[in-house]
T-cell receptor
Framework: KQEVTQIPAALSVPEGENLVLNCSFT??????LQWFRQDPGKGLTSLLL?????REQTSGRLNASLDKSSGRSTLYIAASQPGDSATYLC??????????FGPGTSLSVIP | EPEVTQTPSHQVTQMGQEVILRCVPI?????FYWYRQILGQKVEFLVS????????KSEIFDDQFSVERPDGSNFTLKIRSTKLEDSAMYFC????????????????FGSGTRLTVV
């Protein structure tokens, strides 16, 4: 059974710092991995999608990597801003036509 | 940018009542999904829907739940007799190509319906 974990559960950093969020999954048989952002009480905003054949994807200050064989992905946020404060979720698309989410990392960027 | 639209944004219902949550997926998408998130917990898969039938469902999606695409644009989740533990944020999502190795764009989620059962 696929399990997705995220470390750390919460992170607080001063503005301007670069930071890394980690995601691990137990079954490497995934089709893709997607990073989402969730603001409190709000929906899910897709940030980056990495296909299983890809190693990384970049969008602006965000860079996501995928190491399928070791069951890991990282989301790198460069030059963090207070507006980056949110919960970041990783989700893997499995062979059963569904997406399994991690519990999220709650990020707080302090001005 | 195309969006998945969900209505209502918040619904309060009495225990035992039926509730219908509505979603309008992106128009050229073919695969539709419902997820839920109980406050403070993970986002959980409920059901996937393709070609007018359920393709996958979780153990959460019992006989109290049903989905329908009544008119080619809306996608609904019905809970027949709500329980207190059904209180959660319900997210609809859609995907252009489904996922079996062909999903280039992943899922697009709606902003959710917060269901409160009292």
């Amino acid at each position: 059974k696929q399990e997705v974990t995220q470390i750390p559960a919460a992170l607080s950093v001063p503005e301007g710092e670069n930071l890394v969020l980690n995601c691990s999954f137990t079954d490497s048989a995934i089709y893709n991995l997607q990073w989402f952002r969730q603001d409190p009480g709000k929906g899910l905003t897709s940030l980056l999608l990495i296909q299983s054949s890809q190693r990384e994807q970049t969008s602006g200050r965000l860079n996501a990597s995928l190491d399928k064989s070791s069951g890991r992905s990282t989301l790198y946020i460069a030059a963090s801003q207070p507006g980056d404060s949110a919960t970041y979720l990783c989700a893997v698309e499995t062979s059963y036509d569904k997406v399994i989410f991690g519990p999220g990392t709650s990020l707080s960027v302090i001005p | 940018e195309p969006e998945v639209t969900q209505t209502p944004s918040h619904q309060v219902t009495q225990m035992g009542q039926e509730v219908i949550l509505r979603c309008v997926p992106i128009s050229n998408h073919l695969y539709f999904y419902w997820y839920r998130q109980i406050l403070g917990q993970k986002v959980e898969f409920l059901v996937s829907f393709y070609n007018n039938e359920i393709s996958e469902k979780s153990e959460i999606f019992d006989d109290q739940f049903s989905v329908e695409r009544p008119d080619g644009s809306n996608f609904t989740l019905k809970i027949r007799s709500t329980k207190l533990e059904d209180s959660a944020m319900y997210f609809c999502a859609s995907s252009e190509t489904g996922f079996i190795g062909t999903s280039n764009y992943g899922y697009t989620f709606g902003s959710g319906t917060r269901l409160t059962v009292v």
